[in-house]
């Protein structure tokens, strides 16, 4: 059947506002350009301007120099229009509530547009943009005012939509602040549940998420050749993403390329911290097209990878948690752990196995190992007691607040 007359089902995974970070940092302009140059080089930076319209009246318009600038970095004139809102003599929490109000808390300043990804400053200058824009000025701007913030990844937030034969997958992006011992997260997108499931992200994997949104717009917008060097620079700046590899499957799958989009597609499944939700996108994929071949060499090989992958275990072992089964689910970590070390929630897991079954010691390593890994809490304060979250909503890495609760018996 030939391709173009084949209903082809994209699957996006569209960082809409908004991953998995080793060791996440921060980048100043200089750093930045330094570590985009060593990830992504030369060749496959853009010979010519990339336009992508989005937002409302506005295009944006990727450069090979505007890759090498940071998406929150702000412009001199930028900085001066915000001189009056930082108030350096105030105290850190006083400075950002006090650059918060002033940013945001005019409902004529901004127009949220879901398809407005934007640098911080666009965003400021043309008073609109998504989570993704306002995120970008909300870090520029409050690391002008010397204050440590953090890009953070929702991974427990996920959105399907089906939209001229184009399913979309949607995750979320938001600010974390971090002063002192006190943490909050900026959602610029209100909701009325905790997040569980959030995962810090340095400043290079943030911009290769930025450049995947703005590719899978391109994507959308069959703009494919576009799309795909943008696909490309953001899986050299965030290869461990599984949204970026899936949209890199799609890429390939539309250009008939049958290997290259099984590869994309089974390195996602692999890294995906939510497995079978891949695997049914993908399965979806090849049915709709009706390539039954294809689609049988890819299940086996699919339930191969996800046996790889530490979040597969980690959820078994969650499951288990809550049938009070806490020796299965300790194997279960350790198999987990065994695959991959640095996933704080693994040991936020063993804490509470540890706290169920009475062994102090236990937990209080296991408290130590998450303190290693959840890398930007480097002041947090003594190992706290534990409390469990609602069932039906996992667990995170920092609760809201701990309360007691006995060992079972």
């Given amino acids: 059947?030939?391709?173009?007359?084949?209903?082809?089902?994209?699957?996006?995974?569209?960082?809409?506002?908004?991953?998995?970070?080793?060791?996440?940092?921060?980048?100043?302009?200089?750093?930045?350009?330094?570590?985009?140059?060593?990830?992504?080089?030369?060749?496959?930076?853009?010979?010519?301007?990339?336009?992508?319209?989005?937002?409302?009246?506005?295009?944006?318009?990727?450069?090979?120099?505007?890759?090498?600038?940071?998406?929150?970095?702000?412009?001199?004139?930028?900085?001066?229009?915000?001189?009056?809102?930082?108030?350096?003599?105030?105290?850190q929490w006083e400075r950002f509530d006090g650059l918060y109000d002033c940013l945001f808390c005019s409902?004529?300043?901004?127009?949220?547009?879901?398809?407005?990804?934007?640098?911080?400053?666009?965003?400021?200058?043309?008073?609109?943009?998504?989570?993704?824009?306002?995120?970008?000025?909300?870090?520029?701007?409050?690391?002008?005012?010397?204050?440590?913030?953090?890009?953070?990844?929702?991974?427990?937030?996920?959105?399907?939509?089906?939209?001229?034969?184009?399913?979309?997958?949607?995750?979320?992006?938001?600010?974390?602040?971090?002063?002192?011992?006190?943490?909050?997260?900026?959602?610029?997108?209100?909701?009325?549940?905790?997040?569980?499931?959030?995962?810090?992200?340095?400043?290079?994997e943030a911009a290769g998420l930025y450049y995947n949104n703005l590719a899978a717009q391109?994507?959308?917008?069959?703009?494919?050749?576009?799309?795909?060097?943008?696909?490309?620079?953001?899986?050299?700046?965030?290869?461990?993403?599984?949204?970026?590899?899936?949209?890199?499957?799609?890429?390939?799958?539309?250009?008939?390329?049958?290997?290259?989009?099984?590869?994309?597609?089974?390195?996602?499944?692999?890294?995906a911290r939510f497995p079978d939700l891949v695997m049914g996108n993908v399965m979806r994929v090849f049915e709709r097209r009706g390539d039954i071949e294809l689609l049988h060499m890819l299940r086996k090989d699919m339930q191969r990878v996800k046996q790889r992958n530490p979040y597969f275990y980690l959820s078994l072992a969650s499951r288990d948690y809550w049938r009070r089964d806490y020796q299965t689910a300790m194997k279960l970590c350790e198999t987990a752990r065994g695959i991959r070390e640095d996933i704080p929630e693994i040991y936020l897991l063993e804490f509470r196995i540890y706290a169920k079954l009475g062994l102090k010691k236990q937990q209080a390593k296991a408290y130590r190992k998450l303190l290693k890994y959840e890398h930007y809490d480097k002041e947090a304060p003594p190992m706290p007691k534990v409390v469990d979250p609602p069932k039906s909503s996992g667990w995170g890495i920092i609760p809201d607040k701990f309360v007691d609760t006995k060992p079972d018996k």
């Fill in 1 to 91: 059947m030939p391709m173009e007359r084949v209903i082809l089902i994209i699957i996006l995974a569209l960082s809409s506002s908004c991953a998995r970070a080793p060791v996440p940092v921060t980048y100043d302009g200089e750093a930045f350009r330094l570590a985009v140059e060593n990830r992504v080089g030369h060749s496959l930076l853009p010979k010519e301007p990339i336009i992508i319209s989005g937002g409302k009246g506005l295009d944006v318009t990727v450069t090979a120099e505007s890759i090498m600038t940071p998406p929150f970095q702000l412009s001199q004139d930028v900085r001066e229009a915000l001189r009056p809102c930082v108030n350096m003599a105030s105290t």
């Fill in 107 to 204: 409902s004529s300043r901004f127009s949220y547009i879901a398809d407005s990804t934007l640098s911080a400053d666009a965003c400021f200058q043309n008073h609109q943009g998504n989570c993704f824009a306002m995120t970008n000025l909300l870090i520029g701007a409050a690391r002008y005012a010397r204050l440590q913030v953090y890009y953070m990844l929702v991974e427990d937030i996920v959105g399907n939509k089906i939209e001229d034969n184009v399913v979309v997958h949607t995750n979320h992006i938001i600010t974390a602040v971090q002063i002192g011992q006190d943490r909050r997260m900026v959602d610029f997108i209100p909701n009325t549940r905790h997040y569980y499931y959030v995962t810090l992200l340095s400043d290079i």
């Fill in 218 to 271: 391109l994507l959308l917008q069959h703009q494919d050749k576009k799309a795909g060097i943008l696909f490309h620079i953001a899986e050299k700046l965030y290869p461990d993403s599984y949204q970026i590899q899936d949209n890199l499957g799609v890429l390939m799958l539309r250009k008939g390329n049958r290997l290259g989009a099984k590869r994309h597609f089974l390195k996602a499944l692999q890294l």
